[in-house]
């Protein structure tokens, strides 16, 4: 039986859809099989440079095509828009405004695999050479928020007590809690506002599915 819900799901655009057959497979799953294109209208994009020169690495502040960059890895977002960029050659946190103007935030001791930037604009990163979590505040001030730099290990704990084995990605959530895959060891770990971490999934160690 169909649920009197779906129609609505029409409306919405393939992204949010897509989301939507994840949560009420299989039955959504049959109808998007069996819809046309006509149900959901094509979408146009257009593409840009904001900052930087196809082709062209360097290390330049500069605003738009006049940057560069060298070797970005990692991007992320605040709220007015501003966009952050690991930049691992250097190694640093690049700072471009909705405009393309591009800054130094903050040269780093060691490489950022992937960026968050939480409500206050404090930008995190992880480093799976030095088995850290970084801080950068707006200010540019650059300090561990979990781990201790160079020394890998699995431990729960506050701060520098706690260890990371290579960890390599991360997301935030509103209320500024970090979660970090901690690769090398399998398993996800949770990081609060005041530093605290914790194993919230996996064992270390022990891989699986």
Do not use: E
Request: positive net charge; hydrophobic residues 45%; aromatic residues 6%.
């Amino acid at each position: 039986m169909v649920s009197p819900r779906v129609p609505d799901l029409f409306r919405l655009r393939p992204f949010d859809l897509f989301f939507a057959m994840k949560r009420t497979v299989p039955a959504l799953l049959l109808i998007l099989l069996a819809a046309t294109a006509s149900v959901l209208p094509a979408q146009t994009y257009s593409f840009s440079t904001l900052a930087g020169q196809p082709g062209s690495a360097g290390n330049l502040d500069a605003t738009g095509p006049a940057a560069r960059f060298s070797g970005p890895t990692a991007v992320a977002v605040d709220a007015a828009g501003n966009v952050y960029v690991a930049d691992v050659t250097t190694p640093s946190v690049r700072k471009v405004t909705p405009t393309g103007v591009v800054t130094t935030l903050a040269t780093l001791p060691g490489v950022a695999d992937a960026l968050v930037v939480d409500a206050a604009g404090n930008v995190f990163a992880v480093d799976h050479l030095a088995h850290v979590v970084r801080r950068i505040t707006p200010a540019g001030v650059v300090t561990v928020v979990a781990g201790q730099s160079g020394v890998l290990g699995i431990a729960d704990g506050t701060g520098g007590a706690a260890r990371f084995n290579t960890p390599r990605n991360l997301a935030i959530d509103p209320a500024g809690t970090l979660y970090v895959c901690d690769t090398g060891n399998h398993s996800i770990r949770k990081i609060t506002t005041a530093g605290v971490v914790t194993t919230l999934a996996g064992l270390a160690g022990v891989a699986g599915t």
